[in-house]
C-alpha cells in the first residue's frame, strides 16, 4: 500500500499536535476540527481502512478503544462519540485506518 500523510506524522517528518504515543498507537488534534475536541486515533502500523482489519490486528481495535477512553477522561469530556469513516463513499479522505474521537467538555455550550 502508498503511505499516507499519517505515516509521516509517525515519523514526526511533519508536524501535529500529538497528545498520546505508545508502542501501538498515536493520537494528535485533527487539523480541521469538527467538534470542541477532535483527535484522531491511529494505530501505527499502516492498515488502510477498518475492512482491512485482520484477526491479528484486533488487539489494536480495542487498544485504541482505551486509548479514546483515556483521552476522554484527560480531556474533561462530558460527552463524545467515535467515527471511523470507510472508504471513499463513507467519507474517508486518508487511507490510513484512523478513529476520530470528537467531544464536548464539561461547561461546553457547543
Ligand atoms: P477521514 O475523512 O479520512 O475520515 O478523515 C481524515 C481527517 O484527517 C480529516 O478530519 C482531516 O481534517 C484530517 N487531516 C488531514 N490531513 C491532516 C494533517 O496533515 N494533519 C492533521 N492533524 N490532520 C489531518
Not at 505508545?22 to 486515533?41: C, G, Q, W, Y
Not at 470507510?86 to 461547561?107: D, M
Amino acid at each position: 500500500m502508498s503511505e499516507t500523510i499519517f505515516s509521516k506524522i509517525i515519523r514526526r517528518e511533519i508536524p501535529a499536535q500529538i497528545v498520546h504515543e505508545d508502542e501501538l498507537t498515536m493520537a494528535f488534534h485533527d487539523i480541521n476540527p469538527k467538534a470542541p475536541v477532535h483527535i484522531l486515533i491511529i494505530p501505527k502500523k499502516e492498515i488502510p481502512t477498518l475492512a482491512d482489519v485482520k484477526e491479528e490486528d484486533l488487539h489494536l481495535i480495542t487498544h485504541i478503544h482505551q486509548v479514546a477512553q483515556h483521552l476522554a477522561q484527560a480531556n474533561h469530556l462530558e460527552g463524545w462519540k467515535i467515527q471511523v469513516n470507510v472508504g471513499e463513499k463513507g467519507g474517508q479522505e486518508v487511507f490510513h485506518l484512523h478513529y476520530h474521537l470528537l467531544g464536548w467538555p464539561e461547561n461546553s455550550d457547543l
